[in-house]
């Protein structure tokens, strides 16, 4: 199986269908960023899989060693200015 990304600015679906989550990178801009990834098809809302923040002008990251099932699907509830959320998954 060959991992997908999604890269998200704002709050979206990032995978409308079940899947498994390998990782987020999240890189905040001019204020402190933060991204929860839920196990839903099309709302910031249910069961989380991960949650990240990063302060003003960094970055963070995280990579499972064996991916998170979504049973669902995928929605990143992101916040931030200028903000960049990056989701790896199968």
Known sequence: MAIASSTKAASGVV???????????????????SVIIYDNASAGSGTVLVKLAAVK???????FPAPVVASKGMYAAVTGTGVSASVLYV
Do not use: C
């Open 15 to 33: 995978k409308a269908s079940p899947g498994m989550l390998a990782g987020v990178v999240l890189a905040a801009g001019s204020d402190t960023a």
């Open 57 to 63: 002008e960094t970055s963070t990251s995280v990579l």
